[in-house]
């Protein structure tokens, strides 16, 4: 596939994925407005994306996703979910037991996210110290919010995939993961001048349901831990933790479900099955469908 396809089909899936999660921030606000769950709004429309994920990977669907548009699959949450998922599945594939696979899945899950957390609070609390403060922004429900979403979901996608092939003409040995962490950091760096901020206030899941949403909200936790707001900064580390705990079962809920329908079979060997199998089941139908013309044409 000629790279700049990649990155039309990145802006097309990240800006549908961010609209479906824009369409799951209305109704969880609708939901959780006014109750003890109001502050995890925005952690559970990223747990309703992953569970998007986990379904669509675990059935070998999502895959065919990241083959056309890698980054406009991966960068949404639905996408790292099921890379867990997949970060499972390959030791297993390669014949290594249960807790060894689901291992490899949690510790991606451990590192990526505390590194991460780490290096962009410190970067939050260092900027604020140094006299950088920049304020919170929450989504506005406006009438262009649906489609600001799926622009700059597009956008986003389709930046980080271009950025992703540049680092492989440079690096062949280069891996997504990669490309992700300096998505990461990159809504952390964007903070303090307000660019990250004024993306997610202004374009709402287009921004807040990208991996870099969460080096932004890591920087806010740096943010307020330095203006003495501990409690904020609690509830938005309490948020993430458990957006954290809800990426590693959906990512093992894919892996579960991938190994029940193919079991050590790797994704290729998935697809070719998926195939064989449609071909079986459309081969009668076709075979009927000439014998009934042929009896049509008889008769006429």
Known sequence: MKPYKTVIYSFLLGGLLALIAQAMLVCTRT????????????????????????????????QYFEEWATFGALLPFSGFAMAVGMKMHGPYSKGATMGKSVWAGLWLVIWFNVVGAVVCILFGFIMTMAGWQTPHFDANSTPLVFPGAFLMGGILTAVFQIVWLIVKSITPKAKPVWILMFAWMMGAVCAPCGLSGFLAGTFGEGFSVMIPVGGYNMYNVGMDLALGETAVALTHLGGFLLAVAGLFFTGLFTFLIFKGKFGRRTVAEAHLLKAQRAVEELTPKVEAAKKAQEAAAQIE
């Open 31 to 62: 939901a959780f407005t006014g109750t003890p769950l109001e502050f995890w709004i925005g952690g559970s429309v990223l747990l309703l994306m992953g569970v998007v994920g986990c379904f669509l990977g675990g059935f070998g669907n999502y």
